[in-house]
Nanobody, 122 residues
Framework: QVQLVESGGGLVQPGGSLRLSCEAS????????MGWYRQDPGKERGLVAS???????EYVASVKGRFTLSRDNAKNTVSLHMNSLKPEDTVVYYC????????????????WGQGTLVTVSS
């Protein structure tokens, strides 16, 4: 079973930067997409950024221009580069790997990392 190992969370001052990394136990090309989600207290996990197998990226409006998602195929890793961090970015971030399986109906199988806390505070 595929495992996702996250790293890089922590405490940073407003305006600062952090990089979250997610390493998969197998080739990331096994997945249709990978990305990062956030989970605010009492809410469902919401997409922050994702990258498809073909390399297309998607960002939630609140992080466009501040966050960049990159992929290192050789290291089976996706990284979220977070700049100009704001207090409202404080939350637990989860790495996600999505695989679409059709047999015959198609469904998405999600694999999640353990979560990493980002705290933006002075």
């Amino acid at each position: 079973q595929v495992q996702l190992v996250e790293s890089g969370g922590g405490l940073v001052q407003p305006g600062g930067s952090l990089r979250l990394s997610c390493e998969a136990s197998g080739s990331i090309f096994n997945f249709n997409a990978m990305g990062w989600y956030r989970q605010d207290p009492g809410k469902e996990r919401g997409l922050v950024a994702s990258i498809s197998r073909g390399g297309s990226t998607e960002y939630v409006a609140s992080v466009k221009g501040r966050f960049t998602l990159s992929r290192d195929n050789a290291k089976n890793t996706v990284s979220l580069h977070m700049n100009s961090l704001k207090p409202e970015d404080t939350v637990v971030y989860y790495c996600n790997a999505a695989t679409i399986i059709c047999s015959p109906l198609c469904r998405t199988v999600n694999t999640w990392g353990q979560g990493t806390l980002v705290t933006v505070s002075s």
